[in-house]
């Protein structure tokens, strides 16, 4: 079982940036492939990025693609999302999963989910 908390959001201005923070509990945690979701209101929950144990691949929706970067530290069983340039369209609740096989794009795929934090971009 893991249980993941995330932390770091809030209302920031357009352009403006956001670290976003999960922090798991349990044990084996760079045993899990590791990925944030959003859900905008009103929208169906989204994929926006995705890591491997190692930290060393990544995959990102394709409008978050150089404005935010997925990475962990396994020693602190936390994984990251920095995001710059924010838009106001990033206004979502943004939520940390984690699961045991890469394949992690759709939310019927989903192992374990945290209970979010909510970002809010003004414009």
């Known amino acids: 079982q893991v249980q993941l908390v995330e932390s770091g959001g809030g209302l920031v201005q357009a352009g403006g940036s956001l670290r976003l923070s999960c922090t798991a509990s349990g044990r084996f945690f760079n045993s899990y492939y590791m990925a944030w979701f959003r859900q905008a209101p009103g929208k169906e929950r989204e994929f926006v990025a995705q890591i491997s144990w190692s930290g060393g691949s990544t995959y990102y929706l394709d409008s978050v693609k150089g404005r935010f970067t997925i990475s962990r530290d396994n020693a602190k069983n936390t994984v990251y999302l920095q995001m710059i340039s924010l838009k106001f369209e990033d206004t979502a609740v943004y939520y940390c999963?984690?699961?045991?096989?890469?394949?992690?794009?759709?939310?019927?795929?989903?192992?374990?989910w945290g209970k979010g934090t909510q970002v809010t971009v003004s414009s």
């Open positions: 999963v984690a699961n045991a096989r890469w394949e992690m794009r759709s939310y019927s795929d989903i192992q374990y």
